[in-house]
């Protein structure tokens, strides 16, 4: 069951998407924001041939990245205004090889601290309208 968050800031969802959009390495990806809600955030990305490893697999280096800024900007939806997030710690691990059309990953508040929140993360392989999940990731996010 999804824990229900209110945000200590209501302008919450600007606050993410700037901050979203100021990710260079967001946008060489090709990753875009797809799902915002109190401490829920989706990213979308589709599958490219250059940021596969040597087997075609979309390298885990990717994956790693996909979840942990789903994981980084759901937890800064509950920050109060003017606070920014940084990753300390996070567990990545990855299930099953990373074959998809389209790659969705899901960061999910499980607590949110004063100074510590710890994040779920998820990455699913879309491929022919199945999903599945390729990744699963643990981290704790600091308030800054």
């Given at each position: 069951m999804k824990p229900t968050?209110?945000?200590?800031?209501?302008?919450?969802?600007?606050?993410v998407r700037t901050?979203?959009?100021a990710q260079a390495l967001m946008a060489h990806i090709?990753?875009?924001?797809?799902r915002l809600e109190p401490g829920?955030?989706?990213?979308?990305?589709?599958f490219r041939s250059d940021l596969t490893q040597q087997n075609g697999f979309l390298h885990a280096g990717i994956v790693t990245t996909l979840a942990d800024t789903a994981c980084g900007f759901a937890a800064l939806?509950?920050?109060?205004?003017g606070a920014n997030v940084l990753s300390v710690e996070f567990k990545q691990n990855l299930l099953s090889p990373a074959?998809?059309?389209?790659?969705?990953?899901?960061?999910?508040?499980?607590?949110?601290?004063?100074?510590?929140?710890?994040?779920?993360?998820?990455?699913r392989a879309l491929q022919q309208g199945e999903a599945k999940l390729v990744a699963t990731m643990l981290a704790t996010i600091i308030a800054r």
């Open positions: 968050f209110t945000p200590k800031n209501e302008h919450y969802a600007e606050v901050s979203f959009n090709g990753a875009q924001l797809s829920l955030v989706e990213i979308t990305m589709p939806s509950l920050m109060p205004e074959v998809g059309e389209t790659f969705v990953a899901r960061g999910q508040v499980l607590r949110a601290g004063r100074t510590l929140t710890v994040c779920q993360g998820e990455v």
